[in-house]
């Protein structure tokens, strides 16, 4: 027979060990807590022997993989994005995909993500849960089954970990693989017990087997459980991430299996949103659902149906050969063209240090023209909230809101404009959710498709140094004390007339800061009085943390990113800078944009316009000629 083999692949900032036999179309199975790939060493042999290439790789935090030691490294995009990478490295363009358990709960999420990237899926156990915006799962769960349920237990960093090691680790193994069934699992707090105090079965199930927990026992001991520990304390960061795809559909070919028996499934609210329709409705490409079936090992719980018995071969064999050599679909990527909105609504997005009224003249041009016009202050800026933590300005973070604006108004889909870092945030929404956008004009920034070996932000320090002005924002609390020590109006006055051909560079404090910095003696003549004393006055009142935070998230975007390296943005475009615009002076840009790089990475681009002699603000400086260009292009949809 021939023999598993193993590997180490270098992905996402990790070293993965990945577990693999057989040639042929791929399977990709992904396990959940607390297991490896070694859960899914019979259905391997089984599927290889049928001529798929099967690879089952130890998850992050897991076995003979790296666990970094920090929860927040844990979330749904870091994990899809390791797989994502192992494919790369692979040379694997897509795969049918198999997930249990919290294995499951990523297949969901790289299926929504990078639909492209999976043929078909088969899901056991944990059914697809749709973000809710008022309440987290984990905070609903804990809302219904107290403090003590085994997911708010495993909060608590180092406390859980202490009390599994209160027990030897072969019985904490024996304790979980056979505790999540019909009953929840309630952890004790240590003054009542603690996890010492639960009983294992007196009977274990066959499938309990001492190979099992020796070969499980031995890495657990050298690893320790946090790894596994951290998906549950990453979880409400993983819902807070996820606001983007609130409302999304799943657009993979399904199949869903559950035993009568699982714990996720008899969570609450779960069987009727399967039974009602309403998963179906989520996950419109659902083939099946098998929830009902009387087999032994299905009772058992949901370790047991992978563990020892042919059934979980059968139901997985059964789907995929359905699919072997069949396009997927691409559906989730294309361009949603609803032409019974009677009345198309613009989305403006903002840069830095802009507001909403950057788009004042557009807006009133356009809506004249029969348009609905819509330009929030983004997150951080002007009259909308401003949350103090860098964290809290990834891109993530910036979509999650605005389909959130979209979905409050009631607006389907947009005609999307933005510039600046408003430009960077339009690439993203319409590659996130490419159904909620017809069009964009881009204005200025152009798509920066991620590279896994160096950050966009990274480059740029290293090509031009620690005193570029990108830089310079880096540092909280710094460049806000350096900024106050110039007036408002005179700082806005140097923002708006530096970001050109030449290099923005903000000397430190000490060679005379940002006050060294001199506006030119003939302003330009859209930087009126009364440009300035609207943004000075608002500034005056917020400071310039918000907008300086989207900066200070940059590398956090480039990390959270990773799901989506190599993908293609894919809504009709019309791309306008100025012959003096800063960001298409960056090292690279614009031989990217010549070369067809950009018409690849963007393959709607319909329009490229360099306008001679202009800057970087270009929305402000030619309203009238960004509105016609505006125009022009998005009343074709």
């Given at each position: 027979?021939e023999k598993i083999e193993?590997s180490?692949?270098?992905?996402n900032g990790?070293?993965?060990?990945?577990?693999?036999?057989?040639?042929g179309?791929?399977?990709?199975f992904?396990?959940?807590?607390?297991?490896?790939?070694?859960s899914?060493?019979?259905?391997?042999?089984s599927?290889?022997?049928?001529?798929f290439?099967?690879i089952?790789?130890?998850?992050?935090?897991?076995?003979?993989?790296?666990?970094p030691?920090s929860?927040?490294?844990y979330?749904?995009?870091?994990?899809?994005?390791d797989?994502?990478?192992?494919?790369?490295?692979?040379?694997?363009n897509?795969?049918?995909l198999?997930?249990?358990d919290?294995?499951?709960f990523i297949?969901?999420?790289?299926?929504?993500?990078?639909?492209?990237?999976?043929?078909?899926?088969?899901i056991l156990g944990?059914a697809?849960?749709?973000?809710?915006?008022e309440m987290?799962?984990?905070?609903?769960?804990?809302a219904?089954f107290?403090?003590?349920?085994?997911?708010?237990?495993f909060?608590?960093q180092?406390?859980?970990?202490?009390d599994?090691?209160?027990d030897d680790?072969?019985?904490v193994?024996?304790?979980?693989?056979?505790?999540?069934?019909s009953t929840?699992?309630?952890?004790?707090?240590?003054?009542?017990?603690?996890?010492?105090s639960l009983k294992a079965?007196?009977?274990?199930?066959s499938?309990?087997?001492?190979?099992?927990i020796n070969y499980?026992?031995n890495?657990?001991?050298?690893t320790?459980?946090t790894?596994?520990?951290?998906?549950?304390?990453?979880a409400?960061?993983s819902w807070?991430?996820?606001?983007?795809w609130t409302?999304?559909?799943?657009?993979?070919?399904?199949k869903?299996i559950?035993?009568?028996?699982?714990?996720?499934?008899?969570?609450?609210?779960?069987k009727e949103?399967?039974?009602s329709?309403?998963f179906?409705?989520?996950v419109?490409?659902?083939?099946e659902v098998?929830?009902e079936?009387?087999?032994?090992?299905?009772?058992?719980?949901?370790?047991?149906?992978?563990?020892?018995t042919e059934?979980a071969?059968?139901e997985i064999?059964?789907k995929?050969?359905?699919?072997?050599?069949?396009?997927?679909?691409t559906?989730a990527?294309?361009?949603s063209?609803?032409?019974?909105?009677?009345?198309?609504?613009?989305l403006f997005?903002?840069?830095?240090?802009?507001?909403?009224y950057?788009?004042?003249?557009?807006?009133?041009?356009l809506?004249?023209?029969g348009?609905?016009?819509?330009?929030p202050?983004?997150?951080?800026?002007?009259?909308?909230d401003a949350?103090?933590?860098?964290?809290s300005?990834?891109v993530?973070?910036?979509?999650?809101?605005?389909?959130?604006?979209?979905?409050?108004?009631?607006?389907?889909?947009v005609?999307?404009?933005?510039?600046?870092?408003?430009?960077?945030?339009?690439?993203?929404l319409?590659?996130?959710?490419?159904?909620?956008?017809?069009?964009?004009?881009?204005?200025?920034?152009a798509?920066?498709p991620?590279?896994?070996?160096?950050?966009?932000?990274?480059?740029?320090?290293?090509?031009?140094?620690d005193?570029?002005?990108m830089?310079?924002?880096?540092?909280?609390g710094?460049?806000?004390?350096?900024?106050?020590?110039?007036?408002?109006?005179?700082?806005?006055?140097k923002?708006y007339?530096s970001?050109g051909s030449?290099p923005?560079?903000?000397?430190k404090?000490?060679?005379?800061?940002?006050k060294?910095?001199?506006?030119?003696?003939?302003?330009?003549?859209?930087?009126?009085?009364?440009v300035?004393?609207?943004y000075?006055?608002?500034?005056?009142?917020?400071g310039?943390?918000?907008?300086?935070?989207?900066?200070?998230?940059?590398?956090?975007s480039?990390?959270?990113?990773?799901?989506?390296?190599?993908?293609?943005?894919?809504v009709?475009?019309?791309?306008?800078?100025g012959?003096?615009?800063?960001?298409y002076?960056?090292?690279?840009v614009?031989e990217?944009?010549?070369s067809?790089?950009?018409?690849?990475?963007?393959?709607l681009l319909?329009?490229?316009v360099?306008?001679e002699g202009?800057?970087?603000?270009?929305?402000?400086?030619?309203?009238e000629?960004?509105?016609?260009?505006?125009y022009?292009f998005?009343?074709?949809?």
């Open positions: 027979m193993h180490t692949v270098s992905t990790i070293n993965m060990h990945v577990a693999s036999i057989g040639t179309p791929t399977v990709l992904l396990h959940g807590f607390p297991e490896l790939w070694y899914w060493r019979h259905q391997m042999l599927l290889s022997s049928l001529g290439r099967c089952a790789p130890d998850l992050r935090g897991y076995g003979d993989t790296d666990a030691p929860p927040e490294s979330s749904v995009c870091h994990i899809v994005g797989l994502i990478g192992l494919l790369d490295h692979l040379g694997i897509q795969v049918f198999v997930g249990h919290w294995g499951a297949a969901w999420y790289l299926s929504l993500f990078r639909p492209d990237r999976v043929k078909a899926m088969v944990v697809y849960n749709p973000r809710k915006p987290s799962f984990l905070d609903g769960l804990r219904f107290g403090d003590d349920f085994y997911m708010c237990r909060q608590e180092g406390e859980i970990e202490k599994f090691a209160s680790t072969a019985s193994l024996k304790k979980l693989y056979t505790s999540f069934g929840p699992l309630i952890i004790p707090k240590e003054k009542d017990g603690g996890f010492k079965p007196d009977t274990l199930p499938w309990v087997s001492k190979e099992l499980c026992a890495k657990f001991n050298q320790g459980f790894g596994g520990l951290n998906y549950y304390r990453a409400n960061l807070e991430l996820l606001a983007p409302g999304a559909q799943i657009k993979v070919p399904t869903y559950a035993g009568e028996q699982e714990s996720t499934y008899l969570f609450p609210g779960v949103y399967i039974e329709g309403d179906k409705k989520d419109p490409l659902l083939e098998r929830c079936i009387k087999d032994d090992a299905y009772k058992l719980g949901p370790i047991a149906f992978i563990e020892g059934m071969n059968i064999k059964q995929i050969e359905k699919y072997h050599a069949i396009p997927i679909s559906q990527l294309v361009l063209n609803n032409r019974q909105v009677l009345r198309p609504t613009v997005l903002h840069g830095f240090p802009e507001l909403w950057s788009w004042r003249h557009h807006m009133l041009s809506s004249s023209l348009f609905r016009c819509i330009a202050d983004l997150r951080g800026y002007g009259d909308t949350p103090p933590s860098p964290e300005y990834s993530l973070h910036i979509v999650g809101d605005l389909i959130g604006l979209l979905d409050h108004l009631g607006i389907n889909q005609l999307l404009v933005g510039h600046d870092w408003g430009a960077f945030t339009a690439w993203y319409s590659l996130f959710r490419p159904d909620r956008v017809k069009a964009m004009v881009i204005l200025g920034v798509y920066f991620r590279k896994p070996e160096m950050s966009f932000f990274d480059g740029l320090r290293a090509f031009y140094g005193d570029f002005y830089c310079r924002f880096q540092e909280q710094e460049i806000e004390k350096d900024f106050a020590s110039d007036d408002t109006a005179s700082v806005l006055r923002l007339t970001f030449t923005l560079i903000i000397p404090e000490k060679d005379g800061g940002f060294s910095i001199k506006a030119p003696d003939t302003l330009p003549s859209w930087v009126s009085e009364e300035i004393n609207y000075a006055n608002k500034f005056n009142q917020t310039f943390t918000g907008g300086l935070n989207y900066y200070r998230a940059f590398n956090l480039w990390e959270l990113l990773a799901p989506w390296t190599g993908a293609q943005i894919k009709p475009t019309k791309y306008i800078a012959e003096q615009e800063s960001t002076l960056f090292p690279g614009k990217y944009i010549k067809g790089g950009f018409k690849k990475d963007v393959p319909e329009e490229v360099i306008m202009l800057p970087h603000f270009i929305n402000q400086a030619k309203p000629e960004i509105s016609t260009l505006i022009e998005i009343k074709k949809f």
